[in-house]
């Protein structure tokens, strides 16, 4: 995955009928100006507000990465927090550009324990895809901003996220957010092969950097590998969806367009999508989609498997440990009681 420069605007082009409010006026009647809703008209505003040209000087800080116009407000501003705390010293590159997040080359500061951090920042949200969420939103807890669960005796927040209203979009948002966060964090723990998490702020993620000084990591969908290679990631990448199941994890959206790879070892990204094994009634198919398309690309670098007896397989391993689990956590419960009749015959 080549990085873009600043000389490669096309990525931002394509954005600036999104962000610039009068990029198709001119193409517009006037009757059809005048009829605008009322929502988009407040949505233009919001654009504008986030899209003002915003100057490094006015932020604080300067960058060798030069964004494109609609670009500069809503990345400097997501970057305050972590300048802000040592976290980062510059943007070098953009390493990867999509509708719903950027993904940047940052130098790290004296904070972050490596020269080089890599840090996801949002979309606005007004313009996010977000795609049909509610499937994996299912058996979710909605997180605050600080990562704890908001309760849902709190009336103010459900009645604002049952209505969607701005402020009940904004509480999704940061939910949204940072459950990724949390789940990077959960993951790592456990030695998955995810990104190291650093912070979190409102709209962005900081996390360790996979690639050089010249280059992000690849995705595994940009490489080809010899078959006694893929073989061994092949398995490598099952053993972390496993790893993820006894975390009570599923990624939801896995494929080799999430996997980067660098220097024969992968790491797993992005993860909004991520849903609860447990209490998602969709878990299971969404294993299973995932795991198929592991193997479509593992199938392409030589590597035959049977995607569908794979996740039975391994969704199989998963209830027994959880069965297990729950039958232990069961007898510790009765023990601290002393609910085993000892007590009884004592007496």
């Known amino acids: 995955m080549s990085d873009q420069t600043s000389s490669n605007r096309a990525p931002y082009e394509e954005y600036e009928q999104f ?26 505003a919001e654009v504008r507000r ?37 976290l980062i010293r510059d943007v070098l590159a953009i390493v990867k550009g999509g509708k719903e997040a950027n993904v940047y080359r940052c130098a790290g500061g004296p904070a972050a324990g490596d020269p080089l951090v890599a840090v996801k920042v949002y979309r606005p949200r007004q313009f996010r895809n977000l795609r049909n969420d509610r499937m994996y939103r299912e058996g979710r807890e909605v997180l605050s901003a600080d990562g704890h669960v908001v309760k849902k005796t709190d009336h103010r927040v459900m009645r604002a996220l049952g209505k969607k209203t701005a402020f009940g979009v904004q509480v999704a948002h940061t939910s949204w957010l940072m459950y990724e966060y949390t789940t990077l964090q959960h993951l790592h723990a456990t030695g998955a092969a995810v990104p190291r998490p650093i912070a979190v702020a409102e709209n962005a993620i900081l996390m360790g950097y996979v690639g050089d000084a010249q280059r992000a990591a690849p995705t595994l969908h940009e490489v080809r590998l010899p078959l006694a290679e893929a073989r061994t990631l092949f398995e490598e990448v099952l053993h972390n969806i496993e ?10 959206d896995l494929s080799a367009y999430n996997i980067l790879y660098w220097e024969g070892k992968i790491t797993i990204i992005d993860f909004p999508q991520v849903t609860s094994a447990i209490g ?19 199938a392409l670098q030589g590597v035959a498997s049977q995607p569908r007896a794979i996740a039975d397989h391994l969704w199989q ?8 689990e729950v039958l232990a956590d069961l007898s510790r419960t009765l023990a601290a009681l002393n609910i085993d009749g000892d007590e009884d015959e004592d007496e």
């Open 280 to 298: 998602n009634t969709h878990a299971r198919a969404i294993l299973t989609r995932d795991i198929q398309r592991v193997c479509d690309y593992f």
């Open 243 to 252: 790893v993820m199941l006894a975390a009570d994890q599923v990624h939801g």
């Open 19 to 44: 962000y610039d409010p009068d990029w198709a006026e001119a193409a517009r009647s006037a009757n059809r100006r005048k009829s605008r809703p009322r929502l988009l008209r407040e949505t233009e």
């Open 317 to 324: 391993r998963f209830q027994a440990r959880s069965e297990k």
């Open 50 to 86: 986030l899209t003002d040209e915003v100057s490094s000087q006015e932020i604080g800080f300067k960058t060798s990465y030069q964004p494109a116009r609609f670009e500069a407000g809503w990345l400097l501003n997501s970057l305050i927090p972590f300048y802000d705390l040592d």
